[in-house]
Structure formats: C-alpha cells, structure tokens
C-alpha cells in the first residue's frame, strides 16, 4: 500500500506589497511554506521505514505568475515548489516521490478568508492606486462564481489520479 500525503493548506494575501506587516508576511509563510514542512519532517519517517510514499503539494498556477498585488502569495508558493522539488530529488532514491500540483482559480474559500495589508499609513500613501487591488481580485472571485463556474472536484479528482498512478 502506498502512503499519500497531500498538503494543501494555503492562505490567500493580496493588495499593496509594501503595506503588508513582517508580521503578515510571517503568518502567510507560516501556513503556506513552513506548512508543508511540517507536514514532509511527520510523514518521512513512516515512509522511508516503509521505502515508499507520496507527497503531493497543492501549490497554485500563481506560482508561475507574476500578478501586480500578490507578491506575498507568489513568493510563498515560489518558495513552496522549490522545497518540494529539493524534496523530489532527495527522496527519490528512496522509493518516495513528491509532485506539484498547480491548480488556476476555482470557487473555494480562498478568496472570502484573503489577507489584505494591515500598514493603513502605506495604503494612503498611494491614493486612488490603493483601490485597484480590491478591483481586481474581487473581480476575479466574482468571476468564480455562477454556474459556469470550475468545479473544486476537478482538482481532487486530479489528486486520486496521480496517486493511483503506477510508480
């Protein structure tokens, strides 16, 4: 039997680069990167006594993408796929694979729980400029929405296949 892990915790954060706290960035890189760190230091234990397993990290397309006001998102998942790629090679030789998936948009919670920046003094500063990340990312959940709108199925479907993929 093979073991599976799948991590796919994640926080949203978007809106002016500069207004978001150390702090926030923190929190974000806390779920996001150091998530799937804890989740690759509980579970190889078990999978390398077993020489098998696999991990597989829901990251986004985003972290291919560069998008004005989601710096922090796009560096927490940037930083994710490195870690899971170092992971890949390392853990291969070990009967133990680690693969990416990289979904694009679809109508979760993502969205209604984003983190915006909490420096109120730095959003001031760039006037009507500090509308445009609301406009935006609003606009792209609302246009997650309807019945037109992807199914989340799709994704874990996707999972279930790699993982039923022969090795």
Avoid: C
């Amino acid at each position: 039997r093979l073991d599976v892990v799948v991590n796919n915790a994640g926080v949203m954060a978007a809106g002016l680069d500069e207004a978001f706290t150390i702090e926030q960035w923190g929190a974000v890189l806390d779920v996001n990167l150091y998530g799937v760190q804890r989740m690759f230091r509980a579970a190889l234990p078990t999978m390398r006594a077993k020489g098998a397993g696999l991990f597989v990290t829901v990251s986004s397309n985003m972290a291919q993408l560069t998008l004005p006001f989601a710096g922090l998102y796009t560096a927490s998942k940037r930083a994710v796929e490195g870690l899971v790629e170092s992971y890949r090679y390392q853990l291969a030789p070990l009967g133990i694979d680690s693969i990416i998936v990289e979904p694009g948009g679809y109508p979760t919670a993502l969205f209604a729980k984003m983190t915006g920046p909490a420096d109120a003094a730095r959003i001031e500063a760039y006037g009507p400029l500090a509308e445009l990340p609301h406009r935006v990312f609003g606009g792209f959940a609302a246009s997650l929405q309807g019945p037109d709108a992807p199914d989340p199925r799709e994704v874990a479907d996707a999972i279930v296949g790699l993982a039923e993929t022969p090795r």
